[in-house]
């Protein structure tokens, strides 16, 4: 046909030149729109194929896979390298999403946990920061500051402890808040009268206003739940998971469909009600670990998560169940 030496020169200008479309809409004294609908007519007519070579640590098919089936904003995949630590890698990805997606005036909600306190860690070796200027960013905390049993260990009490957040703020050029409060308290009126005081209200009025979260997700497990054990007894866990509960999400106990456990338990969690944290446009969830996989699946059953960053061993089991 004589129309296709047309298509040919205009696919050659776009995609062997690299000419953008305003550029060849120029040479060739035709509009944007023509050369537009010319490539697509190409892609129609096959004069064009794509091919794509993944290096081996990236898995497309499976996030893409992930994000369809879950209703995902973005499924991450890492995949574990012998010659690296799977908890640095997935850190990297994490603080790599979220200095992508962070911009100003955005508010931060921000979880605790050995997760974030990593991804914390790595985001400080970022060359990028040495380029990031970001202005009125606020990173507001998703679990009240606590203070850890002198039983456990530097490690992890830095992981529940305000660092990360602190951390975070200073890298992204931003104001850090705290909730200074039990995250578990012994009734619902003293949680009641927490929430009555207005320093309180101001910052969670800031945690529920937040543009993106980050989240870890939790199981019921003593190597999970236990560093909040001294406060409410590990029994209670273990009671909560006789009654279909599967993963610990920002405290609350949660069952496979990713609803909040019915029971009593509930009026002792003092951070953001989940119907309201559903609400924050990006939520994060940083989670990896066979151990963790249902944990996982509840908080995408229950839509609590839009952005997974994950194993490709935890991805296969979504991909399939």
């Not at 697509?40 to 007519?45: P, V």
């Not at 898995?59 to 908890?87: F, N, R």
């Not at 054990?229 to 273990?238: P, R």
């Amino acid at each position: 046909m004589r129309e296709d030496r047309f298509i040919i020169k205009v696919v050659e200008m776009h995609y062997i030149q690299g000419m953008s479309q305003i550029e060849i809409s120029q040479r060739l004294g035709v509009s944007r729109t023509t050369v537009s609908r010319t490539l697509a007519q190409a892609r129609r007519r096959r004069y064009i194929e794509f091919k794509v070579n993944y290096p081996d640590t990236v898995t497309p098919g499976s996030e893409s896979s992930l994000e369809q089936k879950y209703g995902l904003k973005e499924a991450v995949v890492v995949t574990e390298k012998s010659d690296s630590d799977l908890e640095q890698e997935i850190a990297f990805f994490a603080s790599d999403y979220l200095l992508r997606v962070m911009k100003n005036h955005m508010t931060l909600a921000y979880a605790s946990g050995r997760a974030l306190k990593n991804l914390a860690d790595c985001m400080k070796g970022d060359v990028r920061l040495k380029f990031l200027e970001l202005s009125d960013v606020k990173v507001v905390p998703l679990i009240a500051t606590y203070n850890a049993a002198e039983s456990v260990s530097m490690k992890h009490r830095m992981a529940y402890s305000n660092y990360s957040m602190d951390l975070i703020a200073q890298l992204l050029q931003g104001q850090a808040y705290h909730l200074l409060m039990p995250p578990l308290v012994s009734s619902k009126q003293i949680r009641d009268d927490f929430f009555r005081e207005p320093s309180i209200r101001e910052i969670v009025s800031k945690i529920e206003k937040a543009d993106v979260a980050v989240v870890g997700i939790g199981t019921l497990q003593e190597e999970s739940a236990g560093i909040y054990a001294n406060m409410i007894g590990m029994e209670e866990f273990e009671r909560l998971s006789r009654k279909g509960g599967v993963s610990e999400f920002l405290l609350h106990v949660i069952d496979k469909d990713g609803q909040i456990v019915d029971d009593d338990y509930e009026y002792h969690v003092t951070s953001i009600a989940l119907d309201k944290f559903k609400k924050i446009p990006v939520r994060i969830g940083v989670a990896y670990g066979m151990e963790k996989k249902e944990a996982i699946l509840a908080s995408l059953r229950g839509g609590l998560i839009n952005v997974l960053i994950t194993d490709e061993h935890v991805a296969e089991y979504l991909a399939e169940v």
